[in-house]
């Protein structure tokens, strides 16, 4: 059996106000040559294919146009699709019927049987291989839970747990008893390396939605997840993997490994798993690379150091620029400074993260604040310059008191 796992793509995702539209357009071109070329049973698409729940009519055409044009591209191709925390879970279940035509399966949401019970038996998908057209492996589908998609009072391991529990009960008691196990989840699982500072994951502050890998069961030749965007392995049995994301999703992710996964599983259920490496169409880069942050001056000339827009280029495969200045005082002008310096150069401009000097910041941190007592009674310029001080470390300077005094001037009340 013959499988691919990607997940995370985030269709419809703009990055610090630049559209991905053409980043995906290209990742979706390069998947579909590995469909080409590998000719696959099976791709498993395990969450967050959107960005948003609400996606726009461009990332929704993206989806639909690659799902179709992958069918044709391996006759017999069985996709397998489930929703992430990013995505609506019903709105991307909603053309399943439709979409079931074309071998494309879709869980989103939770189903139940008339009689008010979880519909176990939904979320078993026996997969084929082309060349036989019978059974040999069976997929647990199974979308990113919420607390309402379980027994209340559970937390969410114990509601993944029993979700998972059941699903095997299901399958023991079916005919494609004993075929090997492949899962398809959704979940933040314990001991993966997480972006700290990107915040694109969305994880639950205190981690309470982190669950060990395990909770899938025992007998699963491969589990292919979706959540975490670095692409690794989870847990202590080496079968469990994150297929990572199509793009970089913040500038934290710097670094990352991009690609989905190859999974080829024998009829005994062992699998050999390949990772195959995709370059998105657009970089990131930092000034400076390595360095904490660098004077506005020194920015300037690495600025000047970068390639310069060639004529009739629209920018397509342009790296994403961020700046780390340290601000030794303030610069009102910077911004302007730096979209003039960046005006003729090759580079998708994102943001400035304004750097205070390691002395000045462990000084602010020190500083005593003033007691409430004392805010009562100082004068907007005592507080102004107590700031400025704080952030700094050095007086502030006349220009900056007057311009101050004439703006407190102008936003008093008349009487």
Same mark, same amino acid.
């Given at each position: 059996?013959? #499988? ?22 290209? *990742?979706? +071109? ?46 017999? =191709? ?51 291989? +082309? ?5 040999? /492996? ?7 839970? +919420? ?16 979700? *998972? ?29 997480? /972006? ?6 969305? =994880? ?5 939605? /982190? ?35 199509? =793009? ?27 990772? #195959? ?7 990131? #880069? ?53 979209? &003039? ?39 907007? =310029?005592?507080?102004? +310059?107590?700031?400025? &001080? ?14 101050? &005094? ?10």
């Amino acid at each position: 059996m013959k #499988i691919l796992h990607t997940a995370d793509w985030h269709l419809g995702n703009t990055f610090h106000a630049h559209s991905r539209l053409n980043e995906h357009k290209h *990742f979706l +071109r390069w998947l579909l040559g590995v469909l080409k070329e590998r000719q696959p049973d099976a791709l498993l698409i395990t969450g967050d294919v959107f960005d948003s729940p609400n996606p726009s009519a461009a990332a929704e055409e993206l989806l639909y146009d690659f799902l179709l044009r992958a069918t044709l591209t391996v006759p017999g =191709l069985q996709v397998v699709m489930t929703a992430g925390n990013h995505d609506s879970a019903g709105r991307l279940e909603a053309p399943a019927p439709l979409l079931k035509t074309h071998n494309i399966y879709v869980r989103g949401t939770m189903h139940y049987t008339p009689q008010g019970e979880p519909d176990f038996d939904y979320y078993l998908l026996p997969l084929a291989e +082309r060349a036989t057209g019978q059974a040999a /492996c069976v997929c647990m589908a199974v979308p990113y839970l +919420r607390s309402a998609d379980y027994p209340m009072g559970m937390t969410p391991e114990q509601g993944l747990r029993y979700v *998972f529990g059941e699903l095997h009960k299901h399958l023991r008691q079916s005919e494609f008893k004993g075929l090997p196990i492949v899962v398809g989840a959704h979940f933040y699982a314990a001991g993966a390396e997480v /972006c700290q500072s990107g915040h694109s994951e969305r =994880l639950v502050v205190g981690g309470q939605d /982190c669950v060990n890998a395990d909770v899938v069961g025992n007998n699963v030749s491969y589990t292919a997840l979706g959540h975490i965007h670095k692409a690794q392995p989870v847990g202590k049995s080496g079968k469990a993997w994150y297929a990572g994301s199509a =793009l970089p999703m913040s500038f934290a992710e710097t670094g990352y490994s991009h690609g989905v996964q190859w999974v080829e599983i024998d009829h005994q259920g062992e699998a050999v798993v390949e990772r #195959i490496k995709y370059e998105p169409l657009r970089r990131l #880069i930092t000034i400076p690379a390595k360095a904490r942050a660098v004077s506005a001056a020194e920015a300037m000339e690495q600025i000047a150091a970068l390639p310069k827009r060639a004529k009739g280029d629209m920018g397509e495969a342009w790296p994403y620029l961020e700046l780390h200045i340290e601000e030794k005082q303030p610069e009102p002008s910077l911004m302007h400074d730096v979209m &003039e310096a960046l005006a003729d150069r090759a580079v998708h401009f994102c943001r400035i993260q304004r750097v205070m000097p390691a002395t000045t910041a462990a000084k602010a941190d020190k500083q005593d604040a003033p007691s409430a007592d004392a805010l009562t009674t100082m004068q907007p =310029l005592d507080l102004a +310059r107590r700031y400025f &001080e704080s952030r700094y470390n050095e007086p502030m300077p006349d220009p900056l008191v007057t311009r101050f &005094e004439q703006a407190c001037h102008e936003g008093a009340p008349q009487a």
